[in-house]
C-alpha cells in the first residue's frame, strides 16, 4: 500500500477519460436508481467528483472504500473545495480499508462501482472480490466494473507494459501484485459469482500515451522513463507479426501511443 500512499496522479488524465466516457457511466447508473452506493478502491473520489460536475445533488449515501490513506486525505481536501451549497448536506463516507478485510452486512447496497479497480487485488483474491461484493448486493441490485477489455492479441502485451511501467518507476508493489484479467476470465468469475446478468453495456478506445506518464508516475526520471519506452519496442518487436497487426503502436523518440479498449460491463443480482 506504501506504493499509492506516494503515487499522486490524476487518475482522468493518466487513463486518458473523456467527459463523455463519464457521461455514458452515470446514464447507465441512472437507469437504475441508486439508495446506497459503494465506491470499491474509489481513491480520492474521481468518480465522486465528476458526479458533483454533472448533478446539483446527491440523493443517495456514497461510500467511498479505499485502503490508501493518503488517497482518502487528497479526496477530503478535494471535495472540500467544491461548491459549498452543494456539499453541505451530502451523505458521504471515506471507508480507510482494504475491501476484503472490511465488513458490511449483506445486502447492503443498491449499487457497487469497480472502476479500474479490479485488478489492485491479487490474481488468486479477484474471484473472492465478486464473490463478496455479490453478497453485498441488495437484490436487484446492480454493479458497474469499468476495466480494461483484454482479448487473446493483447492480454499478455498489455499487462507486460504495465507490469514494467511500475517498476520502472519504482513500484515495486504494484509490479508484482496488479493483474488485468482476460475477457473470458472475468466473465467466468462473475457467472460463477452467481450474477442473473453479466452484460458489457459499452466498449471504447484506450489511447496509452506513455509521456501523461513521465511527470505523475516517473516524477521526471527520464532514464527510468526511457528505460520503460525501449521495452515497449522490444517486445512489440518480438510479437509474431499477425499480432503486431491487431495491436496498433506508433512509437516516437520521446513517446509511444498504444491502442488498447475498456468496457463497461454491468452485473445484476
Known sequence: MNDYNKRNVDFKNIHATSPTHFDIFYEILHAHTPTSLLDIGGGYGSLLLEYLNRYSTLNFKYHILEPSSFQIEKGIKMLAEQNKGQIENLSVDYLHSDFLASSFPQQSFSHIILKMALHEFEKKHQRLVLNKVFELLQDDGIVLVWMPLLKDHDFNFFNAVIKE???????????????????????????????????????????????????????TKKAAYYNWLTYINNLYNDLPLAQQNQISLLSF???IFIQFFRGLYLLKK
Open 165 to 219: 511501467k511500475d517498476y520502472q518507476a519504482g513500484y515495486l508493489t504494484l509490479s508484482s501484485q496488479r493483474y488485468f484479467c482476460h475477457q473470458n476470465e472475468f466473465l467466468e468469475m462473475a457467472n460463477g459469482a452467481g450474477f442473473s446478468k453479466v452484460d458489457l453495456a459499452f466498449n471504447f478506445e484506450y489511447i496509452l500515451d506513455t509521456h501523461l506518464r513521465l511527470a505523475s508516475e516517473f516524477n
Open 253 to 255: 523518440p520521446n513517446r
